[in-house]
């Protein structure tokens, strides 16, 4: 990476001064729905228009050229001097789940700003134009579903499918985004192959193990992808007193059982990356001194490997239907989603270890076991992830925190692999 078009970018000083980044962030961490420390954003709300306003206004002033879609994905584009060429991508989101920190997917969108602007400074000139991207709906606080932009920005989430989205109180998407501006025909926001040259995000862990081993920067080799299995148990209520034990048909411990068939079949894939969770388990009808008659599990089950986490979905199925039979009981189950896991792009992963050697950042890969809007930007172009550490691995809560430190290193590398991505 030291031939002609890097002599600007090796003037990258190894201690980024990003104050003014970290006063952008503290400031949009105040556009929220509740108050200080805490952040939530839903999308579509007042506090996500407003925000959304903030980091165009900040884009603006970079000299970036703005356009959003249909659902309201914004592209942000630092023209190069191939216009007509695919461009280099980098972003995250700003939404924000109820109760959350100011760190998650905001350092992704931000930083990827603030790398934009450190190669401005430099005198740096992309040959490949370089857009930020700030997704939809990366969390799925409204409409239950993760990654709402970049699902239908890859295409797998059909405008048909799209339209059936309701919030809790009923609302639909179409509604919802038109009453915020975002105008045009749903079946454009899908982008063919070749839209992106390459794609690479900037997020921080969500996990513990960069702070733990001292390591400044991650480079994401897996995403894990989630699958979601709905699980509805059907049995017969009565009196907890007068009904006899032989005779129950108890929906609440057939269900405690496949819990904990669930986490069995887990730990018994022999690898750490299969995880399996259940998130919700509502109880009907919810009374102390009333046999639980209807159970409604909702399950998480993620793996980098889609056949592992697949065969962990078939075990539990036939856990269901053994149950079923055994207990007497009625058991159905509903495959809400299974979305693939993605493999990082060797090219990116190596242009970001480069980059990260060349700014004098200690590195390590390894796997995303959160997923991102990434996971689906790899369905159209090769992409990859940047992690830097949060303290304590937390997130989604007011106490997530990344120090200036690793935001800096990680803005370091990133705007080192943008510029050699984007020559």
């Known amino acids: 990476m030291a ?24 400031t949009l961490a105040t556009i929220s729905e509740a108050e200080p420390p805490v952040v939530t954003r839903v999308v579509f709300s007042a506090a996500d228009l407003r925000a959304r306003a903030d980091v165009k206004g900040l884009c603006a002033e970079a000299g970036l050229t703005i356009h959003e879609d249909a659902i309201g994905n914004t592209f942000a584009r630092w023209e190069g001097t191939a216009p007509e060429l695919a461009p280099v991508g980098t972003g995250s989101h700003i939404d924000a789940i109820p109760n959350a920190g100011l760190y998650d997917g905001c350092v992704g969108v931000l930083g990827g700003l603030e790398a934009i602007r450190v190669l401005q400074r430099l005198g740096f000139r992309p040959r490949r134009s370089i857009e930020l991207v700030i997704f939809t709906a990366e969390e799925p606080t409204r409409f239950g579903i993760g990654c709402l932009g970049s699902r239908m920005m890859g295409g797998v989430l059909s405008p048909t499918d799209a339209l059936k989205l309701r919030d809790k109180e009923g609302r639909g998407l179409e509604e919802l985004r038109l009453q915020a501006g975002f105008m045009g025909s749903l079946e454009s926001v899908a982008l063919p192959q070749g839209r992106f040259h390459q794609f690479v995000e900037l997020h921080i862990e969500q996990g513990p193990t960069l702070e733990a081993e001292g390591i400044d920067v991650g480079l994401v080799t897996h995403i894990a992808a989630p699958a979601s299995l709905r699980v509805v148990v059907e049995g017969e209520g009565g009196h907890a007193g007068a009904k006899l034990m032989p005779g129950r048909k108890d929906a609440l411990a057939a269900a405690a059982e496949l819990i904990l068939a669930l986490e069995a079949t887990a730990k018994g894939t022999g690898t750490i990356d299969t995880v399996a969770t259940v998130g919700i388990c509502e109880v009907f009808p919810g009374a102390v001194n009333s046999i639980p008659s209807r159970v409604r599990l909702e399950t998480d089950i993620r793996d980098t490997d889609s056949a592992r986490r697949d065969g962990v979905i078939d075990a539990l199925m036939k856990a269901c239907a053994e149950t079923s039979q055994r207990r007497g009981i009625s058991i159905t189950t509903e495959l809400v989603n299974a979305d693939p896991p993605a493999i990082c792009d060797a090219a990116i992963l190596d242009a970001l270890e480069e980059s990260a050697k060349a700014a004098g950042k200690s590195y390590k890969r390894m796997v995303s076991r959160a997923y991102h809007d990434s996971l689906f930007m790899a369905r159209i172009a090769p992409a990859a992830m940047l992690f830097i550490p949060c303290r304590g691995g937390v997130s989604h809560r007011p106490d997530e925190y990344a120090s200036p430190e690793w935001i800096g290193a990680g803005v370091h590398v990133l705007a080192r692999t943008l510029a050699h991505l984007a020559s």
């Not at 031939?3 to 503290?26: C, H, W, Y």
């Open 3 to 26: 031939t002609e078009p890097f002599r600007k970018v090796n003037n990258v000083p190894a201690q980024l001064s990003i104050d003014g980044l970290i006063d952008e962030l503290m």
